[in-house]
């Protein structure tokens, strides 16, 4: 017997039904897990993500995670030999540079801004007087000025002024810049029509140079160019080296499939058979992959060479010869960084450190692989999925972080950005990319057992990016995600600014299911740290973290996530137990967030921001 309200209701009559009922479902119950693990997902993690759906809000556990930073979206700062091959390598797209006359004395200035024409009579260089590069090749550019157009030659019958007034680069935007051998920072500039630039007066900047003059400081088309700003990121590594040579940079394993293709298509020609030294030693060689017809070609000059008349009787080593250069420039000249940068026993080493997460910073151009748009090149797809594999074998959970979104979100390097501009939300289009990479994503790892959150944004800018802009944007991606996974973490990043509300996303995320806001804490890029001894940044982090930390971490609002932090700071001469102190009170305070944190990154060349030399050299335990 049963009440409902003011009424019984007798069900005695239904006993035999419900028992049938109750073994029925417990039938069906006892038989669930191995129908889930026969597509491929465990039982374990079957029982974790049936737990995460019943709670939502409670983690099964906190996340201990490193950035694989600087691996799918390039970050130059983070590896810098990889831009070393690149023509004019301080010349990509978005350096920022500024031009002096050295007849006139002054800086070239775009007139207001843009719109109007140029000239060369500033005393000192600031906005105005700020190009910044778009690259066509290692020598030729289009100049964008401060209100974003671009400088070209005045089309009109006789009339050589140079202006700032397209839209749009066209061919009579495109200029070479001729830098001097012995002095790089001394310039001319070539317009379309084979002429230079010249500073005619100070109000009066022309295209119509046509003689050499030689490079002295009467020479009215010579420039002293200064740069004061550049971006290595993935924009810039594709573009500075190439449609031809980038994927070799980039996506090496199937080029060195090739080689080893055209090797043993070659059984008299053993690379590591020892061929007479002088018989090659002294040649020029170019190899390079054709992502056309996916043909890896060798060119080699000789310049001192026994492979001719004189020395019959090397003819018939002619193949080892060039076999043992094929495999030299193989190895020489292709740079291996999806797959070498970061392999599987980086996950062995992370799964036996005491980490148990991995996020992943992924750009837009992941979706449309292995044809993304240029300049960018596909086969970050492939390393993602052997990533998702080395998870899986090490029990390491995956974050996938986007972090370059289309127009970019917030001008940096790290967001794909091609000069610094910020883009992304300006158009509603940037925003529907956005979301159907994010449905791409969750669509293709939704099923994998390893997919822990996906991260629909990385750092927005409040000054470019508007609260209205990116809750829109966040609730679309959190439905893209929904789509296709009820467990799965969605990361939802703060906006960067110091006005910024840390608690802003928390109207949009009440009633969303398994949300996570994500801060990012770092003792720098901000002048208060900059006076700070070793004691107050400790003290900081114990007071100021802490306040902020709980500040956001409610128990009826999202999980929150220190994404980023660093054992690094503005100290000098930091012992080692200071920054084992720095990082021990770091992980004692970023503990108490609620889903977890992420440290900022596992391998860079600056020590201090590489948590593998942290680990290895005994700056941070994370196992005892």
């Known amino acids: 017997m049963r009440k409902v309200g003011a009424n019984s209701i007798n069900i005695s009559p239904l006993y035999p039904f419900s028992l049938f009922l109750v073994i029925c479902c417990i039938q069906i119950w006892a038989l669930a897990p191995a129908c889930e693990a026969s597509n491929g ?14 709670a939502a809000t409670t983690p099964p556990f906190k996340v201990k995670a490193v950035n694989l930073g600087g691996w799918l979206v390039t970050e130059g700062w983070i590896k810098p030999s990889l831009f070393d091959g690149i023509p004019n390598k301080d010349l990509l797209d978005g350096t920022q540079i500024q031009l002096k006359s050295v007849t006139i004395g002054k800086y070239v200035s775009a007139e207001n801004g843009g719109g109007t024409i140029l000239v060369a009579n500033r005393t000192a260089a600031s906005g105005w007087e700020t190009f910044k590069l778009w690259r066509i090749d290692e020598s030729t550019f289009n100049f964008k000025v401060f209100s974003n157009q671009f400088v070209g030659v005045q089309t009109n019958a006789g009339d050589s002024s140079v202006v700032a007034v397209a839209s749009a680069p066209g061919n009579s935007e495109n200029f070479h810049i001729v830098r001097k051998d012995d002095n790089t920072s001394r310039v001319r500039i070539q317009a379309p029509d084979g002429r230079f630039l010249q500073a005619k007066t100070e109000d009066l900047v022309t295209a119509d140079y046509a003689g050499d003059g030689g490079w002295g400081d009467d020479n009215p088309s010579i420039f002293i160019m200064t740069i004061v700003g550049t971006l290595q990121g993935e924009y810039q590594v594709t573009n500075g080296y190439g449609p031809e040579k980038a994927p070799q940079v980039m996506r090496i394993a199937k080029c060195k499939a090739l080689a080893n293709k055209t090797l043993a298509a070659h059984p008299n020609a053993n690379p590591k058979e020892n061929v007479e030294e002088n018989s090659f030693a002294r040649h020029s060689a170019i190899l390079h992959y054709s992502p056309r017809s996916e043909k890896l070609l060798l060119k080699v000059t000789f310049i001192r060479s026994k492979v001719d008349a004189r020395h019959p009787t090397l003819v018939t080593d002619a193949p080892k010869i060039f076999a043992r250069i094929f495999f030299m420039e193989t190895n020489k000249q292709f740079q291996d960084h999806w797959s070498t940068f970061i392999v599987e026993d980086d996950f062995k080493f992370i799964s036996e450190n005491g980490l148990n997460a991995v996020r992943i910073p ?53 967001s794909g950005t091609r000069d610094g501009s910020l883009e992304w939300g300006k158009t509603d289009d940037t925003i529907q990319q956005s979301v159907a990479v994010i449905d791409f994503l969750a669509a293709r790892y939704a099923n994998n057992p390893k997919l822990y959150a996906m991260e629909l944004l990385n750092e927005p800018q409040s000054w470019g990016v508007s609260l209205d802009t990116v809750t829109k944007y966040y609730q679309l991606g959190y439905n893209a995600v929904r789509k296709y996974s ?23 995320t009440n009633g969303l299911q398994a949300t996570v806001v994500d801060v990012h804490y770092y003792n720098l890029f901000s002048d208060i740290f900059n006076s700070m001894s070793v004691q107050q940044n400790i003290d900081f982090i114990n007071n100021n973290r802490t306040s902020d930390l709980s500040y956001i971490t409610t128990s009826n609002g999202p999980l929150t996530f220190v994404g980023e932090w660093v054992a690094e700071w503005k100290i000098g001469g930091a012992t080692k137990e200071d920054y084992q102190n720095f990082a021990h009170a770091q992980l004692q305070v970023y503990g108490q967030a609620s889903f977890g944190w992420a440290y900022w990154t596992l391998k860079n060349v600056d020590n201090h921001w590489s948590m593998q030399w942290m680990i290895q050299n005994g700056y941070i335990n994370l196992t005892n």
């Not at 997902?41 to 019943?54: A, D, E, P, Q």
């Not at 995956?398 to 972090?403: A, F, K, Y």
């Not at 990361?491 to 802003?504: A, H, Q, T």
């Open 41 to 54: 997902v465990g039982i374990n993690t079957v029982r974790l993500n049936r737990n995460r759906k019943l």
């Open 362 to 414: 992924v750009g837009w151009w992941i979706a449309s692989d292995p044809n993304p748009p240029k300049p960018f090149v596909g086969g970050s797809l492939e390393a993602l999925d052997n990533a998702f594999s080395w998870a899986q074998k090490y029990d390491i959970q995956v974050i996938i972080d986007l972090h370059a979104a289309p127009g970019s979100q917030n001008g940096n390097e790290h």
């Open 486 to 508: 009820s467990s799965a973490y969605v990361v939802m990043s703060n906006r960067l600014g110091g006005s910024v509300d840390p608690m802003e996303l928390f109207s949009l």
